[in-house]
């Protein structure tokens, strides 16, 4: 009788013991999406391509330990040409991307939970390069001309440049299609051919053609610049998560900072991201040279890094819906929030 009994008390004990371990097993897979092993709050940031000086900021942050600082445990997810930013954020893969604010609006207008709380690129990158011998020297002397660009969205900003000087690309020049490659201007089968500012242009530099020899039309000069890589985040993981949204954007203005104060060691923690031989040092340091003049302009302060300019941001909604990237005008009042940079700003 006393050994059945011993055997139902150590069958019970057993038993609670097992419970007790599944309910505590329960219990850290709930909280397992707000904190990770020691405290960290986790955070994926979704880029919107490969790793590059493009992103440098943000690897800066990173490497140098100021996520974890503001008690964040930060993921780097690279893009790709298969990877659509708002997607992951909207789906939850991410809780915050990086894209222009031509691609984030029609994903909102889509529905998509998303809102952008940062814009770390002030100015467009975008510009037309031209050979001087080719007699380009202002936008009307496309005329005639072939002048390319990437397309799939990326053209919108010279649609209204086009605009701008009465232009009709379907008859006064020949708008093409234009490769990621060089090869196209390099060969003369583009008069014009599309550059950002911090990768196509030093192409064309480091193919062996000197910048005397070229003219540009710069999209910020003739006043129909877009926006470009801002932050974004799910709107839904946002209401909750303000805080940790502004620890976040915080922690990456901190980062380009630095980033943009010391390159060399900034390319030096993008290079250790990049898939071998995919680039070089010497065209990461180039572009993050000049990534550094978007993030920071002449003039701009750089205590404002991340802050929304209204009027840039309105004057892209319009060129947006103009060329029907989206349907309706943009509700701005959605579109964007000054709350997440106000709290970074305020501390």
Sequence with gaps: ????????????????????????????????????????????????????AQFAGYFVALEKGYYEEEGLDVTIAPGGPDIVPEQQVANGAAQIGVDWVASLLPHQEQGMPLVQIAQIYQNSGLQLVSMKDSGIETPEDLAGKNVGNWMGGNEFELLALFDKYGLDPNSDFNFVKQAFTMDQFLTGELDAASVMTYNEYHVVLESGVPASDLNI???????????EDNLFANSEWLEDNKEVAAKFVKASIKGWKDAIENPEEAVDFVMAQVEEGSTTREHQLVMMEEVAKLVVPEGFDPANIGIIDADMFQQTADIAHQYGVIKEPADITKAYTDEIMDMVLAE
Excluded: H
């Design 1 to 52: 009788m006393n050994r059945k009994m011993n055997k139902t008390y150590r069958s019970l004990f057993v038993a609670l013991l097992v419970l007790v371990t599944i309910l505590a097993g329960c219990g850290s897979s709930e909280t397992s999406g707000t904190s990770s092993e020691g405290g960290l709050t986790p955070v994926t940031l979704q880029l919107k391509w490969v790793p590059q």
């Design 217 to 227: 039309i710069d999209m910020n000069e003739e006043g129909v610049a877009m926006l």
